[in-house]
């Protein structure tokens, strides 16, 4: 690896140890193997290096939301809203989840202009990339329409997720009384 890949590598163990805002470019480096000059030649500052980090990190929690392609029921299904809602919540339930440091990262919101724009990006993508786990299909085909609609509404449910299982794991909803809740807001709608 060269030091851009050692940064990215050294700068994810030191989010999932320490967090955004308590990880230093030297914590960085310490843990790369490589030196002060790599991060700004490489990334321009230490917060993009992280932001970085932190993306690649979401990107590859895909495989754990799939639970290795075993998912029930049709596309948009409710076995299949279930089966996927238990394969993200199982990954919040981790010792070290990464999902408590997005928490850190949406706290930190303005005092970082450039991470965060860097993020909303990210979000966007994210919302993209969610709904063929849901609904089917590929990333490549969902419209913008799907991602304002839809893949919003899914992220906001994630987030509310992050938010109980790290403040109150002991009462966080599992994935079934997700999907009963949904059946009684169909329901309350006229839906069946």
């Not at 690649?56 to 392609?69: C, I, K, L, N, Y």
């Not at 299904?77 to 408590?100: K, Q």
């Not at 990006?121 to 994210?126: K, P």
């Not at 969902?142 to 893949?151: H, I, S, Y």
Request: charged share 25%; glycine share 12%; hydrophobic share 40%.
């Amino acid at each position: 690896m060269g030091h851009r890949e050692d940064l990215l590598e050294g700068a994810k163990r030191c989010l999932l140890a320490k967090g955004f805002l308590r990880t230093t470019a030297r914590d960085i480096v310490k843990e790369s193997g490589t030196n002060l000059a790599s991060i700004g030649y490489h990334y321009g500052s230490k917060d993009a290096l992280l932001a970085q980090a932190y993306v690649e990190m979401v990107e590859g929690m895909s495989d754990a939301f799939e639970g290795g392609g075993e998912l029930r029921g049709e596309p948009g299904s409710l076995e299949r809203f279930t089966d996927v809602w238990a394969n993200i919540i199982g990954t919040m339930r981790e010792p070290g989840s990464m999902w408590r440091l997005s928490l850190e990262i949406v706290a930190m919101g303005d005092q970082l202009p450039e991470v965060r724009e860097h993020l909303a990006r990210a979000q966007r993508e994210g919302a993209r990339g969610i709904l063929p786990l849901f609904l089917g299909g590929h990333e490549a085909d969902v419209t913008d329409e799907q991602v304002d609609t839809a893949g919003y509404f899914y992220l906001t449910m994630m987030m509310g997720l992050m938010a109980q299982w790290t403040f109150d794991p002991e009462h966080a909803p599992e994935a079934e009384q997700l999907t009963a809740g949904l059946r009684r807001v169909i329901e309350a709608a006229g839906g069946k």
